[in-house]
Nanobody, 115 residues
Framework: QVQLVESGGGLVETGESLRLSCTAS????????VGWYRQSPGKERELVAR???????EYSNSVKGRFTISRDIRKNTVYLQMNSLKSEDTAVYYC?????????RGQGTQVTVSP
């Protein structure tokens, strides 16, 4: 089964940028949709952004205009470019890939934004 591995997290200051990567062990094109989710302590997991196999993108209102999701099929990778980061963006970020009825989930990468 194809696996997803996230990378690119880290510690940044408010207003800075980070780019997260979600790399598939096989073809990223096999997923009907790939989404970035995040979860911080005491909060529910929330969708940040997702991209379909056809390239359609969707964003949560909290990140619209600041984050961009994109895909490089040759590298089997989905990216999440995060600009103008805020302290409330601090969370563990996960990427999920939909394979029909199966959801493949990565292990997560920590993003910490200092005030």
């Amino acid at each position: 089964q194809v696996q997803l591995v996230e990378s690119g997290g880290g510690l940044v200051e408010t207003g800075e940028s980070l780019r997260l990567s979600c790399t598939a062990s096989g073809s990223i094109s096999s997923f009907k949709v790939v989404g970035w989710y995040r979860q911080s302590p005491g909060k529910e997991r929330e969708l940040v952004a997702r991209i379909t196999a056809g390239g359609t993108t969707e964003y949560s209102n909290s990140v619209k205009g600041r984050f961009t999701i994109s895909r490089d099929i040759r590298k089997n990778t989905v990216y999440l470019q995060m600009n103008s980061l805020k302290s409330e963006d601090t969370a563990v970020y996960y990427c999920d890939g939909g394979l029909g009825s199966i959801v493949v989930r990565g292990q997560g990468t920590q993003v910490t934004v200092s005030p």
